[in-house]
């Protein structure tokens, strides 16, 4: 979120945030947005309350906002498909891996265990499928032979913060278009992800 929003300031990313929401009020992303003077919310789950009415709160919340993208970063709860489909196309979310190799969770250590030789990540389309969107823009490094899931995270980590506002540069340029199926980069069918080697 830091990372989109540094580049929003700087002017590198051609665009505004206009809502920061967070589900835990002590979500770091809140201060850190709270500190740029950035509109932010908290929307606590009720007990019990049903995973679909709370994407509903959410939905009313981000609506007042009038987004033309939604972009999640760090927000780790699972989205119901009602959710999901009333931003078709318009719901952006980064995955630590070179999806669809490891969706999910423990990215990096499972790219050791699989001696996978490249990580990196993906920033992709949300449907319905967990981390099942159309792949569109990935970072991608060498795996060294001295990594540890806690040096593949930091350096993933380092990709991410470059990646995710460099996708939405070429929405927000129009060089990438969300609304064809697949989506489109410079007039293009994107057939696999845009790949960018990183030495990190």
Excluded: W
């Excluded at 009020?25 to 606590?44: D, K, S, V």
């Excluded at 699972?78 to 979310?93: D, G, H, K, P």
């Excluded at 040096?151 to 278009?177: K, N």
């Amino acid at each position: 979120m830091l990372a989109i929003a540094n580049a929003c300031k700087s002017g590198e990313l051609n665009a505004k945030v206009v809502l920061v929401v967070a589900n835990r009020a002590e979500a770091q992303g809140l201060q850190r947005a709270n500190e740029q003077g950035l509109p932010t919310a908290t929307l606590i789950p009720e007990p019990l309350e049903p995973r679909e009415a709370f994407d509903r709160r959410l939905k009313d919340l981000i609506d007042a906002a009038q987004p033309d993208l939604v972009v999640l970063a760090g927000y780790m709860r699972i989205l119901s498909s009602e959710f999901v489909a009333s931003y078709a196309r318009r719901l952006l979310n980064i995955h630590p891996s070179l999806l669809p190799r490891h969706k999910g969770l423990n990215t990096h250590a499972r790219a050791l265990e699989a001696g996978d030789r490249h990580h990196g990540a993906t920033v992709h389309l949300v449907t319905a499928e967990l981390d099942g969107g159309p792949p569109l823009l990935q970072g991608r490094l060498q795996v060294r032979i001295d990594d540890s899931p806690e040096t593949l995270t930091a350096r993933v980590r380092e990709i991410e913060h470059r990646i995710y506002p460099e996708t939405l540069q070429l929405i927000a340029s129009s060089r990438l278009s969300l609304a064809a199926s697949p989506p489109e980069l410079d007039g293009q069918p994107l057939v696999q992800a845009l790949t960018i080697d990183f030495e990190v």
